[in-house]
């Protein structure tokens, strides 16, 4: 683990690659799991916040469980999550395309310039997750079956993690931080 700030980051955000394949995966990750996603206290908010404008967005099966269920639930581990559809596992703000790729209901109404909020930090963050102990938040590489195409898509084009991750780590930790990554990134790359 390296220190970054307030953060303790795990190598493998440096030394493993990653670049989503949505053609390959179909963003499985938001349709596979045993919970949804995790959501910090302060997204308990912004989900209400921005409900109204984004069920035009959803399906009318994500609807029907956020009104059954309500817009977030709590886990069996006792984290707060969001949402899934009725007896499946996918997200109720999943949507698909006409390719049938899982896409988020919040981002496309982020895209659309409907909310100021793109979608939940973990889902923007994956494949990174974050624990947060009592003087730092760690930061680590999730392994998933699922993304063995990004993998390999992220090997190709030769992209670490956290630089495939720039713009949610950014908006998680703060630009300096990412600085500081990429700092050390080329003094890792200079010693190999």
């Not at 990750?29 to 916040?49: F, H, N, V």
């Not at 029907?64 to 997200?91: F, H, R, S, W």
């Not at 981002?107 to 963050?125: N, Q, R």
Request: glycine content about 6%; aromatic content about 10%.
């Amino acid at each position: 683990m390296i220190i970054v700030g307030k953060s303790l980051v795990s190598e493998e955000l440096f030394e493993e690659f990653f670049v989503c394949d949505l053609n390959a995966c179909k963003g499985a990750c938001c349709i596979e799991g045993d919970s949804g996603a995790p959501l910090d206290m302060d997204e308990l908010e912004r989900l209400e916040e921005v409900w109204p404008l984004v069920q035009k967005y959803m399906r009318p099966e994500g609807i029907k469980a956020i009104e059954k269920l309500g817009l977030y639930q709590m886990d069996p581990d006792g984290d707060l999550v969001t949402t899934l559809v009725d007896g499946n596992k996918e997200c109720a703000f999943v949507k698909f395309d006409s390719k049938g790729i899982a896409k988020c209901a919040l981002e496309e109404a982020y895209l659309a310039g409907e909310t100021d909020w793109k979608k939940p930090i973990s889902c923007h963050l994956y494949p990174v997750r974050l624990k947060e102990l009592t003087e730092y938040t760690t930061v680590n590489y999730h392994r998933w079956q699922l993304c063995t195409p990004a993998c390999a898509c992220g090997a190709a084009l030769k992209v670490p993690v956290y630089r495939f991750l720039k713009e949610p780590l950014i908006r998680k930790f703060g630009a300096e931080w990412f600085s500081e990554m990429e700092e050390i990134d080329r003094a890792r790359q200079a010693e190999a």
